[in-house]
C-alpha cells in the first residue's frame, strides 16, 4: 500500500514506519519537526517537512490507500496548563486531514488513541466498552477525534480504527525515545542510570496498590508497531472500531524501577515525592479484543526485555 504517516519523526511513528517500510509498503512521512526528528525518519520513505493541516491536502491528491496519523501533541501535564495548543494542534489539525482524505477519497485511517480516554477506570483490566471519561485535556481531545472518525466512518465510508495505547516503552534498533523534555517513568529511570540524574522521584507511594506505588500496563513499541499493520489490514470501509494495545499485566513504579536496577546494574536512587496531578491508581488494558480480532500477540511483554531495549538504545543514541 502507499501509506501518509503523520507524525513519522517521532517515537512511536518512526518505529512503526520503519516497520511498514520492512513490510514493503511504501511509506511518505509527514512531520513539523517540532518534537520529532528527522534522523528518526527511516531509511527508505520519503520525507515531507511540515504542518499536518497544511501539507496533507496537497499530498494526498497524488493518492494513497491509507494513513497512519501519529502526530500529536501529547503531554499530559502540558495540555492542563495550555488546553488550546491540544484542540487545535490535535483536534483541528485531526479534522482538517479527514476533509482531506475525503476530498481525496483515501480509504483508511488508524489512529494513535490513548488510554487516557477512559480516566480513572471503575474496573481494570479496562475493555473498550468502558465509559470514556477523560481526566485531562490530552485525553479529551483524543477522544474528539475518536468520536470523529466514528462520523466519516458512518456518514463517509471511511475505513477507521483507534488503536489505544496504554504505556508505551522500549526502543526497535535504533528507533527510540528520545523527548526534550522527558516526563515518562522508563527513560527517567534509564537517565538516572546513566549519570544524567541523581534519582527518580516515586511520585506518591499511598495509592490503593500493593506497594503504594501507581500501576501501569508497559507495551513495547515494536508490538505497537505491529498492532498498526494488522489494523490497516483489518480496517472495513463504514467501520470504526477501537482497540486497546498493552499487555494485560500491571507493573508498579517500584517494580519498574527494580527491573531498571537489574536491567542496568546500576543502584538507581529513588525518592517518594508528591503525587502527580491526574494520575489514575492503576491502568491495565484488556486487549482481548485487538487479540481475537486482529490476531495480535505482543512478541516482547516481559518488562526485563522492554527495559533492556530502551536501555539498549539510550546507550547507542549517546554512544556510552
Ligand atoms: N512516574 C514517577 N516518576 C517519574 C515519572 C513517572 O513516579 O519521574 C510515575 C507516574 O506517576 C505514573 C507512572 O510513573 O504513575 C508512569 O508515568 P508515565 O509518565 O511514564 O506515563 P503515564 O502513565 O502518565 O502516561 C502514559 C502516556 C500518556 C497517556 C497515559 C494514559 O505517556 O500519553 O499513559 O493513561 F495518556
Known amino acids: 500500500m ?21 513490510a514493503g509498503h511504501e511509506v511518505v ?97 479496562i475493555a473498550e466498552t468502558a465509559p470514556p471519561r477523560p481526566t485531562n485535556t490530552y485525553g479529551a481531545t483524543k477522544l474528539a477525534i475518536d468520536m470523529a472518525m466514528a462520523s466519516y466512518a458512518a456518514s463517509h465510508g471511511l475505513a477507521a480504527v483507534s488503536l489505544r495505547y496504554f504505556n508505551v516503552a522500549g526502543a526497535h534498533g535504533r528507533f527510540g525515545e528520545r523527548h526534550a523534555v522527558e516526563t515518562h517513568l522508563i527513560p527517567i529511570v ?3 542510570a546513566l549519570g544524567q540524574r541523581e534519582q527518580v522521584q516515586i511520585y506518591g507511594d499511598d495509592w490503593p496498590t500493593e506497594d503504594g506505588t501507581c500501576v501501569r500496563d508497559y507495551i513495547h513499541v515494536t508490538d505497537l508497531a505491529d498492532a498498526h499493520l494488522l489494523a490497516l489490514d483489518r480496517a472495513k470501509p463504514g467501520e470504526h472500531v477501537v482497540y486497546n494495545l ?6 508498579s513504579v517500584k517494580q519498574v524501577i527494580d527491573t531498571c536496577r537489574e536491567v542496568t546494574g546500576h543502584p538507581i536512587p529513588a525518592a517518594v515525592a508528591p503525587r502527580r496531578e491526574g494520575d489514575p491508581a492503576a491502568l491495565v488494558a484488556s486487549s482481548e479484543r485487538a487479540r481475537l480480532e486482529l490476531g495480535w500477540t505482543p512478541q516482547r511483554p516481559d518488562l526485563a526485555d522492554i527495559v533492556g531495549d530502551a536501555w539498549a538504545f539510550t546507550r547507542q543514541a549517546l554512544r556510552v
Open 29 to 125: 512521512v509527514v512531520d513539523d519537526l517540532s518534537t520529532g526528528h528527522a534522523d528518526a525518519v527511516p531509511e527508505g520513505c520519503r520525507f515531507v517537512e511540515g504542518d499536518v493541516s497544511e501539507v496533507a491536502g496537497s499530498l494526498l491528491g497524488e493518492g494513497f490507500d491509507g494513513v497512519l496519523h501519529f502526530a500529536a501533541k501529547s503531554l499530559v501535564g502540558e495540555s492542563m496548563q495550555d488546553p488550546a495548543k491540544y484542540w487545535h494542534g490535535n483536534v483541528v489539525t485531526s479534522l482538517r486531514l479527514l476533509e482531506a482524505m475525503r476530498e481525496h477519497g483515501t480509504p483508511r485511517l488508524v489512529f494513535s488513541s490513548t488510554a487516557a480516554t477512559y480516566g480513572e477506570p471503575d474496573e481494570v483490566p
Open 2 to 22: 502507499k501509506l501518509l504517516v503523520t507524525g513519522g519523526a517521532g517515537y512511536v511513528g518512526s518505529v512503526c514506519a520503519a516497520r511498514l517500510v520492512e
Open 246 to 251: 498493552g499487555n494485560g499485566t500491571g507493573f
Open 190 to 192: 534509564l537517565q538516572v
